[in-house]
């Protein structure tokens, strides 16, 4: 079953309008944002309140999104503002004209709901199972920690980028303006009692529009070959150098650092004074930085709340699912294809002998196997590449993505192109080179196994014989062109493995 659902969200700064394809009730997809710039909290902060002229802005934008609702066969709208909205006085009567005149029923988030709902959309997203989490926001930071996504002490510090940006602009020396910051930091940073356990295993994890920023210069100072924002683990050592970079350009509110923020400098500057504290007082080596904010937790616990009935383990198969039920083209079985790979995977474990460390990339490509054909049939496994690398996979880490992808690729040997692998060389060994040809005919003979769509094949029994391998199908129906097929992959088999495969 098919929905179209909708997000309306007011921002500090923005009106969001996001629309959402629902499948099931379980997995969804993102097929248009609208946004529109309004500067409500300017208007809050000096008032107290919202000007007629404002709301009637805001109240403008809002039916134009009605409209887009509704010429869009939307079945279900979810309408939030953030907690700043609760300051303004005359709230009350906004909320009224907004659901009389637009029908959408606003609830207005606390800082509590902000902090949950912002950590789910990063951790969901993330690799990191257990871990302390920091966020730089705006006017809040949040400070946590976790375990399987479950969050066990929290902190929330009631300043952010905007304040700290005053701070560093009005009157006085410099230095003894970041004393105060930082003291005002440390206030609330005491009080999370639990960061004193924290030890070299504990991993971080981050998300914000500062973090990304951070995360996005340092990937272009170092050259990083990777396009990807979601999960880039940044080391202490290049966050320092970041830092320095931007402490440079300082208080300069007309700067600003071009393709990186769309903020002045000072404002990504102030930003960074809060990464840091937080970096330092974590002790933090490295930091995962995940890409998905407030709104990926909003549509997690409001559009598609069976994701949090789920195992949270689940979460890199739901995303892989999640794909599929959008993209496969409807004569796909990358299901068939996905199980095949892993009993293959667990049949001919003495004959491959990679470790465990390659299973989500023989996931990534069992499961997009055909997913270069979105793209064209033509060159459809060299299409799978790109298309993976720009899936938005989450529970995974980048590396992995990146052999999944290269995997996928290499169901064809002849695909393997040397420059192109160097091109990586910053993320990749000659092992990995190794055990993704190893991964890609496995693919390969996995998919030949099921290929004509039929599921004839239920289940293999592999018998090693020198430099034979026996694999005896065990069938439910007629499998000789499946046979036939797994035949020709005897070629790149004997490539990579040094034997030959029989196949009855």
């Not at 009935?309 to 993209?327: T, V």
């Not at 769509?453 to 026996?470: E, P, T, W």
Request: aromatic share 10%; charged share 25%; glycine share 4%.
């Amino acid at each position: 079953m098919t929905a179209k659902k909708a997000i309306v969200q007011i921002d500090h700064e923005n009106v969001n309008l996001i629309l959402i394809e629902c499948k099931d009730n379980l997995y969804f997809n993102i097929i248009d944002v609208f946004s529109d710039s309004i500067p409500l909290v300017e208007d809050i902060d000096k008032n107290g309140i919202l000007r007629p002229v404002l709301i009637k802005d805001l109240l403008k934008i809002l039916k134009m999104y009605r409209r887009i609702c509704d010429n869009n066969s939307i079945t279900e709208i979810y309408s939030y503002s953030g907690s700043f909205f609760a300051e303004a006085k005359n709230n009350k009567s906004i909320s009224e004209e907004i659901y009389n005149t637009c029908g959408f029923l606003l609830n207005i988030l606390t800082p509590e709901d902000e902090m949950k709902n912002t950590f789910i959309g990063a951790v969901n997203s993330s690799d990191v199972q257990k871990g302390v989490y920091f966020y730089v926001g705006s006017r809040f930071c949040y400070l946590l920690n976790f375990n399987r996504r479950n969050i066990l002490n929290s902190v929330i510090f009631p300043f952010g980028v905007f304040q700290v940006s005053k701070i560093l602009n009005s009157e006085g020396d410099l230095q003894a303006k970041k004393q105060e910051i930082s003291n005002l930091f440390n206030s609330y940073f005491s009080k999370a009692d639990f960061v004193k356990s924290i030890d070299e295993e504990t991993e971080i994890l981050s998300s914000g529009n500062t973090m990304l920023s951070i995360g996005k210069i340092a990937r272009k100072a170092t050259r990083y070959p990777l396009e990807m924002e979601n999960n880039y683990v940044l080391s202490l050592e290049n966050f320092n150098n970041v830092y320095s970079l931007v402490e440079g350009l300082g208080l300069d509110n007309t700067k600003k650092i071009k393709g990186i923020s769309s903020e002045s400098a000072d404002r990504v500057y102030a930003g960074a004074i809060l990464a840091k504290l937080f970096v330092d007082g974590l002790g933090a080596k490295q930091v995962s930085i995940s890409s998905d904010k407030l709104l990926d937790g909003l549509i997690s616990t409001s559009v598609i709340p069976a994701i949090n009935e789920r195992p949270l383990s689940d979460m890199f198969i739901y995303s892989l699912e999640n794909i599929s039920a959008f993209f496969s083209g409807p004569n796909s079985n990358n299901n068939k294809v996905y199980e095949l790979s892993i009993n293959v995977f667990k049949q001919l474990k003495v004959v491959h002998k990679l470790p465990r460390n390659y299973i989500k990339p023989l996931r990534i490509a069992g499961y997009l196997y055909d997913c270069g054909k979105r793209i064209n049939f033509d060159n459809a496994i060299k299409n799978s590449f790109e298309v993976i690398l720009n899936s938005k996979i989450k529970g995974a880490s980048q590396k992995e993505i990146l052999l999944g992808a290269f995997a996928c690729k290499l169901q064809d040997l002849d695909n393997f192109n040397l420059s192109e692998w160097v091109r990586y060389s910053s993320l990749v060994t000659e092992e990995d080179s190794v055990a993704v040809k190893k991964v890609g005919v496995l693919i390969q003979l996995s998919a030949a196994l099921d290929a004509s769509k039929s599921g004839a094949v239920d289940d293999l029994n592999c018998d090693i014989l020198g430099d034979s391998i026996i694999v005896k199908t065990i069938v439910n129906k007629e499998a000789d062109f499946e046979i036939k097929e797994a035949m020709k992959v005897n070629k790149n088999f004997k490539k990579v493995f040094t034997k030959f495969i029989e196949v009855i």
